[in-house]
């Protein structure tokens, strides 16, 4: 079962979503805010994706931090202490499409690749 993993109310987790839903794709939502976010699947993202590719710095959350909690955000420990306590700063959707397979960010060609075999 796939499972996406966002904030509701964020635009690229709604595209996202209606992507799925058009392709009659079926998925599991996860709401980051309201259920958290899950450590033993923090840890997998950071080893498959890397850490830098899933803190957003762009966004609201980032921006609005201290520069010292800024700061702390400079290996894998700072940033999944940082994801845990904020999971607004976690760049979305984080796609779970299968063991040990996960993806950050909506590409619909990217999806699609993936829904028909060939990621």
């Known amino acids: 079962m796939i499972v996406v993993y966002g904030i509701p109310n964020c635009d690229t987790v709604k ?25 033993d699947r923090l840890a997998s993202w950071v080893e498959q994706l890397g850490w830098e590719a899933l803190v957003n710095r762009k966004g ?34 984080v796609v779970d499409w299968g063991p040990r397979d996960s993806s950050v960010g909506f590409d619909p060609a990217r999806w699609q690749a993936r829904l028909d075999g060939a990621a």
């Open 15 to 39: 595209k996202a979503r209606a992507w799925l839903a058009e392709r009659q794709v079926a998925y599991r939502f996860h709401d980051l805010r309201r259920d958290g976010v899950p450590e």
């Open 60 to 93: 609201t959350t980032w921006r609005k931090l201290e520069p010292a909690a800024q700061a702390a955000v400079s290996d894998a420990a700072g940033a999944c202490a940082l994801m845990g306590r904020e999971a607004s700063v976690i760049r979305r959707p």
